[in-house]
Structures are given as C-alpha cells and as structure tokens.
C-alpha cells in the first residue's frame, strides 16, 4: 500500500531549526563578551577621565565651601550641602548679570565663527579639489594656522591688534582692539576664523574627494553650469562630511576659552564666555558656582549637539532605515514567490 505523508521530514525540520537558532544566539554571545573584553580598558579610561570628573562636578554644585552662617547663626566653615541655590544664585542672583552676558557672548561666537568658517572652509576645499599647480603646496600651507597652538595664535593676533600694530596701520585708524566693546568681539572672531577655518576645509576636501568625477561630466553633458553642478552635485554628497565639520566646530566654539583669554584678558565683559567664567570662579575658590557654571555649560553643549544631530541629521538617518526596511522587504517577497519543494513520497508496507 502507497500513500503521501510529509509529517516525519517536517517534525525533523522544526526540530532541527531551534538547534541551529541557539547556536547562533551562543556564537553571538561568545561575540558580544569578547568585544566587552577588548573595550574594556577603553571604558576604563573613559570612566576615569570623563564620568568621574562629571560626576565630581555635579556633587560640588550642590555644595558651598568657605566660611558661611548655619540656622543658628554660627559661622561655619568648610563644605555645606546647599542643594540648587549655586543654580538659582547664578540663573536669577546676583550673578545672573554677568552669567547672561557670558551665555550671550558664548552663543554669538559659536554663531558667527561657525557660520564665517564654514563658508570659508568651503570655498578653500573647492579651491584645494581642483587640479592646479602646486596644490600640494596650498594644502600644506593651509594646515599652518590649524596646526599653530591657540595661545600662540592668540600671542600673534594680541601683537598684530596691539595700538601700534599692523591692523591699525593697515586702516589707517587707531583702534583699541584688546578692551571693553564690540571690537573685542570683532578680534576674537578674526582671530578664531583665521585659526579653525582650515579645520573645516580639510574634512570637506575629504568629502569632496569621494564624489565620482562621472557626475560632473554627465550634468556637463546635459547642460548644468558650474553653479548648478555645486547645488543639485557638490553640497548634497559633501553634506555628511561638512556636517560633521559643523558639528565638531560648533562643541568646540561652546567651550572657547584659551583664544580670548589670552587675546582680549580675564574679566572682560565684552569678550568673557561661560569657560572663562568658571575659571574665574574657580581660581577665587568659589568651587561650587564654577561647578554649577561647568554643569551649565555641559548642558548647553549637550542640548545644542543632540538638536544638531537630530534636525540635520534626521533624513540621512530615515534614509538609511528606509533602505534596511526596503531591502528586508525585498527578501521577504523573493522568499514567499520561491517555489516550495514538492512532497517526498514514502512506500509504507502494508
């Protein structure tokens, strides 16, 4: 007697498919604590460096040292839990003057110098791209202000902003550049764009370097200027690159501190940021406002960097997990259209 049955060749299957599932969770496993061990020292470093220094940060904000008046009226004199008081002296106080002018100055160099640099670095990448003589000389000369330290470069513009100095002679005019008013402002802008300026330059060179050169001949073909070829070509595939440029520069202009304090000098309101008001608390020995200013600052950075990340970079995300989703589907579909394998027959003696 013949009959049909696929019931043992399906039993074995099912049987067979959580074996090989946990053998892929194990090998996944074994993956995951190897890499664990291998970045181990890594996060060691980091947790010393950065979480315990953060962390001792947040602790001495919530605290006063220095000689101060308990509920009795008793002078006492050491470290005392204040809970948010350095915040709310700071925010609304009688420091909130000063702690506004330094989060307004912060905010408007990161604003102009970031913005000046990336329009600058721009044009001196388009400039480094294309093929000219002696454009290895140019790229080498365009690292020298990056590469010079920012207090020297603060040393050499102090010099040239001097009131007998080279930008005086060149206007014409004397100007005193290194004290109270908007032409404080003006050198420490010059002076940073001068400086970091080349920094963008070179990641958007990177990026320009990997645009296919096919793309600008196919638009030449089909009519597109040099103007259109750089707004529908250039900028949507060095976005990533400059983006990245943008954003390093940005954290970096947050925490300005070396350039105008050497530039423009300590406890100059024109030009004094929220790092250089905390190192002045800090070096009078008011440890927990310039703990309360570092934490406030770390905020801001933080804030500022993840509403960058996630406003410009949301589409290059959404197109990525687009992709992912696209392809998942695509395999889906070419498994479910695949034929199924016809059922095995098996003679059953009767």
């Given at each position: 007697m013949?009959?049909?049955?696929?019931?043992?060749?399906?039993?074995?299957?099912?049987?067979?498919?959580?074996?090989?599932?946990?053998?892929?969770r194990r090998g996944r496993a074994e993956a995951g604590r190897l890499a664990a061990l291998l970045l181990s020292p890594t996060f060691a470093v980091l947790a010393l460096v950065i979480v315990y220094p953060l962390v001792s940060a947040l602790r001495d904000s919530l605290f006063s040292s220095g000689e101060q008046l308990d509920e009795n009226g008793f002078v006492v004199q050491g470290d005392q839990f204040v809970?948010?008081?350095?915040?709310?002296?700071?925010?609304?106080g009688a420091a909130a003057t000063r702690f506004w002018n330094a989060f307004g100055n912060t905010t408007f160099f990161m604003l102009t110098t970031v913005a000046m640099e990336t329009v600058i670095g721009m044009a001196m990448a388009l400039v480094m791209h294309h093929a000219l003589r002696g454009r290895g000389v140019v790229r080498a000369s365009v690292l020298v202000p990056w590469a010079v330290p920012t207090a020297v470069s603060a040393l050499l513009w102090r010099w040239m902003f001097a009131s007998d100095g080279v930008i005086n002679a060149i206007i014409g005019h004397q100007v005193l550049w290194t004290t109270e008013g908007w032409h404080a402002k003006l050198a420490v802008i010059v002076a940073d764009v001068w400086k970091t300026a080349p920094f963008v330059g070179l990641l958007t060179l990177a990026g320009l370097q990997i645009i296919p050169g096919d793309l600008y001949e196919a638009a030449r073909v089909d009519g597109a200027g040099s103007w259109r070829q750089f707004w529908q070509i250039t900028l949507p595939l060095v976005k990533p690159a400059l983006l990245v440029a943008v954003l390093f520069r940005i954290l970096d202009a947050l925490r300005m501190f070396d350039l105008p304090f050497v530039l423009i000098g300590n406890q100059?309101?024109?030009?004094?940021?929220?790092?250089m008001l905390a190192?002045?608390?800090?070096s009078n020995l008011h440890y927990g406002p310039?703990?309360?200013?570092?934490?406030?600052?770390?905020?801001?950075?933080?804030?500022?960097?993840f509403l960058f990340v996630k406003l410009l970079g949301a589409d290059v995300i959404g197109e990525a997990r687009g992709r992912r989703a696209v392809g998942r589907r695509?395999?889906?579909?070419?498994?479910?259209?695949?034929?199924?394998?016809?059922?095995?027959?098996?003679?059953?003696?009767?």
């Open positions: 013949t009959s049909t049955s696929t019931t043992e060749p399906l039993r074995a299957k099912t049987r067979s498919v959580p074996r090989h599932a946990r053998g892929r809970g948010l008081r350095n915040f709310a002296d700071i925010v609304r100059k309101r024109s030009a004094e940021t929220l790092s190192w002045d608390e800090a310039a703990a309360a200013y570092a934490t406030l600052l770390f905020f801001y950075v933080v804030v500022v960097a695509a395999v889906g579909r070419r498994a479910e259209d695949a034929p199924a394998a016809p059922p095995r027959e098996e003679v059953v003696p009767a």
